[in-house]
């Protein structure tokens, strides 16, 4: 990963903002999905087996994975907690945000990137990016990498579409033009 970036002592957070969204590692809705699956499989005669391993699954996650506090949502910035720095935490501010983008990566956790204006990039795996993403739409939309490339390709396709329709306008009235 990269260097932590923009690094302070959790103390030195600003004092008095309340967080509007709270992002944890445990992924709650889909251990109760597992757990309900699981349930609905035991009353089924020839699925009882698996949904005792779903169960144990669900037993799994709820009791045994540790749950920590991964990123803070603040007004005017976010607070990303690193697990390898208890003590420690990266802090940007959403002014100071070029774009952010999840980016999936196969057998491990998703990755949060966000390229901030001072040539720095921050790259945190995240395990809950659903909310991650909920929440960064609420503050910056514009910014999310993958909204953006759609917005070119699109802006690009709408500019060659109406190119067409006028190339089209000039030859037919060029035909007309000949015709006259």
Not at 69 to 86: F, N, R, T
Not at 118 to 145: C, W
Not at 170 to 175: K, P
């Amino acid at each position: 990963m990269n260097e932590l970036v923009n690094l302070i002592d959790i103390k030195d957070l600003p004092k008095g903002d309340k967080p509007e969204k709270k992002i944890q590692s445990k992924p709650y809705y889909a251990i109760i999905v597992v757990l309900v699956v699981g349930i609905v499989f035991l009353f089924i005669r020839s699925m009882w087996f698996l949904g005792v391993v779903l169960i144990g699954l669900a037993a799994v996650g709820f009791f045994c994975i540790k749950n920590r506090l991964q990123i803070e949502v603040y007004g005017g910035y976010c607070v990303i907690y690193p697990a390898k720095l208890p003590e420690q935490c990266q802090i940007f501010y959403w002014d100071d945000v070029i774009q952010w983008s999840i980016e999936r990566q196969q057998g491990q956790p998703d990755v949060l990137k966000v390229e901030l204006k001072d040539d720095k990039t921050i790259l945190e795996p995240v395990l809950n990016s659903g909310q991650l993403v909920r929440a960064f739409n609420k503050k910056m939309p514009e910014k999310e990498y993958n909204r953006r490339a759609l917005d070119l390709q699109n802006a690009r396709e709408k500019a060659e579409a109406e190119a067409r329709k006028k190339a089209a306008a000039e030859r037919r009235a060029q035909r007309k033009n000949k015709k006259s």
